[in-house]
């Protein structure tokens, strides 16, 4: 019975230990999530390199050590989550479900790796990594519609990539690796259209469309968000207004008094 009651101990201080690193607002806490973004971006930077090493030796064994340690961080957020089933709707869930999947099963869905990419939608979509950096990091809190933009935009770019890597690495002869692809999708959003490379059949062809077209917009949308003045979150009690110039004293919408807080720097 001892024995019994000193082993749920540990596991629950073990527990709490992890429930701490995951939502706690302790230093170290935030030096761990700060950790597992680092971790999620350079998984994305390991998958878009070794696809150039596709079924090497060394890239399988590193496939399965990242799907052992992507496997541990869904287990520990399963384990200290506050609500199961809201964790079980969690889009970064199945991500990395599918992550695992494509990583541990390569022979079988090798059609479908382009689907490790996905990981890509994880990158500050932490509500905890998101609070973390507005906090200590004051470049990131004024720039952060500019960061997530981007940061939306090289999602999409991966997004895009991965479906013209799986629709013709099979058919055409100019795309081989995902490589190959992320340049006619960078050539193509970027409307320069170099010309090596094009995309085959009608499939491609609409595919190709629909890049031009959404990568247009993005594009448009990104450089809006960069070069237009520099906008604070404030919610006026009056109109609703959430948008207002960093300095501003009145809302421009109803004129209320506002009482934004301000560091006073420019």
């Known amino acids: ?4 009651e000193k082993s749920n101990g540990t ?6 230990t992890f429930d701490r690193l995951y939502f706690g607002n302790e230093p170290q806490s935030r030096r761990f999530r700060y950790g597992l973004l680092v971790f999620d971006v350079l998984s994305i930077v390991f998958f ?4 150039v090493y596709e079924n090497e030796t060394w ?7 990242l799907a052992l340690l992507i ?3 869904l287990f520990l957020r399963w384990w200290v989550a506050r609500n199961r089933k809201k964790f079980y709707m969690q889009l970064a869930t199945w991500t990395d479900v ?18 490790r990419v996905l990981r890509a939608l994880r990158l500050l979509r932490s509500y905890r990594v998101l609070a973390d950096l507005r906090e200590e990091f004051t470049f990131f809190k004024r720039n952060e519609e500019v960061i ?13 990539t991965a479906l013209v890597y799986v629709m013709q690495v099979h058919t055409n002869p100019s795309i081989n690796n995902y490589v190959d692809a992320l340049y006619f999708t960078v050539t193509a959003l ?16 609409l595919l190709a469309v629909i890049i031009l077209l959404l990568g247009v917009a993005l594009f448009l949308r990104l450089v809006q968000t960069i070069f237009r003045p520099s906008r604070v979150s404030y919610e006026c009690p009056d109109c609703g207004l959430t948008r207002h110039d960093a300095d501003a004293v009145h809302c421009k919408h109803c004129g209320r008094v506002l009482h934004i807080t301000t560091t006073g720097e420019d």
Request: cysteine-free; charged content about 5%; hydrophobic content about 55%.
């Open 190 to 205: 970027t409307t320069t259209g170099f010309g090596d490379i094009t995309l085959q059949g009608t499939s491609g062809r």
């Open 98 to 115: 599918i992550v695992i999947l494509t990583l541990l099963l390569p022979a079988i869905l090798g059609n479908f790796l382009f689907l």
């Open 148 to 160: 997530q933009s981007t940061l939306n935009l090289l999602v999409f770019v991966f997004v895009m």
């Open 59 to 65: 890239v399988l064994i590193a496939d399965a050590i």
């Open 11 to 16: 596991t629950n201080s073990l527990k709490a």
């Open 71 to 73: 496997g541990l961080d």
């Open 48 to 51: 878009v390199w070794s696809s």
């Open 1 to 4: 019975m001892a024995s019994h």
